[in-house]
């Protein structure tokens, strides 16, 4: 009798215990739930940047590549990397680094294939500037605050010379991480940043 008492009091301690540890590491987890949200950007591989939510999908060599393009333009711009002419900014994205240039580069690329757009097929899937405009506007509210400050001409052509620019080092990484673009998408490219310069101070 005396035994089957001590057992049972063991179960209703034992029960007791593992309660109370759920309830601890429940605890736990709500605690920690800010530090798990960030795993993913972490798990980026070095291409995570400031204001990231962790869903972002960018390769580690392309985001490395357009880093060191852009390092390269920063020293001896190309005379013709734009349709009208050197690399020159006056916003303050020129002031921004190199690995949040890459990131926004990256991110509008994808947000603009998602969205079904193809360079071999321009003139059926072109996103209109104002779509891109507002991509990048929610893009830069949420990773740089000099942005957010920034008066609203800036803001404008902060993002204008940052979808340009964007647009320029993917396509310059791409061709320097493959055997070249067909010539559709070579034209594509031409007759999509010829779309874009057109839209400065509009």
């Known amino acids: 009798m005396c035994g089957t008492r001590a057992a049972e009091r063991w179960r209703n301690a034992m029960k007791?215990?593992?309660?109370?540890?759920?309830?601890?590491?429940?605890?736990?987890?709500?605690?920690?739930?800010?530090?798990?949200?960030?795993?993913?950007?972490?798990?980026?591989?070095?291409?995570?940047?400031?204001?990231?939510?962790?869903?972002?999908?960018?390769?580690?060599?392309?985001?490395?590549?357009?880093?060191?393009?852009?390092?390269?333009?920063?020293k001896s711009p190309s005379k013709d990397w734009f349709p009208t002419g050197p690399r020159?900014?006056?916003?303050?994205?020129?002031?921004?680094?190199?690995?949040?240039?890459?990131?926004?580069?990256?991110?509008?690329q994808n947000w603009a294939f998602e969205k079904g757009e193809r360079l071999d097929n321009l003139n059926a899937t072109y996103i209109p500037y104002k779509k891109r405009e507002e991509f990048a506007m929610w893009w830069w509210m949420a990773h740089d605050q000099n942005y957010k400050k920034a008066a609203p001409w800036d803001k404008d052509q902060w993002k204008y010379e940052a979808i340009i620019d964007g647009t320029e080092l993917v396509w310059k990484a791409?061709?320097?991480?493959?055997?070249?673009?067909?010539?559709?998408?070579?034209?594509?490219?031409?007759?999509?940043?010829?779309?874009?310069?057109?839209?400065?101070?509009?």
């Open 174 to 202: 791409g061709n320097r991480s493959t055997a070249g673009y067909s010539a559709a998408m070579e034209m594509g490219h031409r007759g999509l940043m010829a779309q874009l310069i057109k839209t400065e101070g509009k």
């Open 16 to 74: 007791n215990f593992v309660r109370e540890k759920a309830v601890l590491f429940g605890l736990a987890l709500l605690i920690a739930q800010p530090f798990f949200v960030q795993l993913p950007v972490a798990a980026q591989v070095g291409t995570a940047v400031s204001g990231d939510t962790g869903t972002e999908k960018r390769s580690p060599t392309f985001f490395s590549s357009i880093k060191e393009i852009a390092a390269e333009q920063d």
């Open 88 to 108: 020159h900014f006056k916003s303050g994205y020129g002031r921004v680094s190199n690995d949040v240039k890459a990131a926004f580069a990256i991110d509008l």
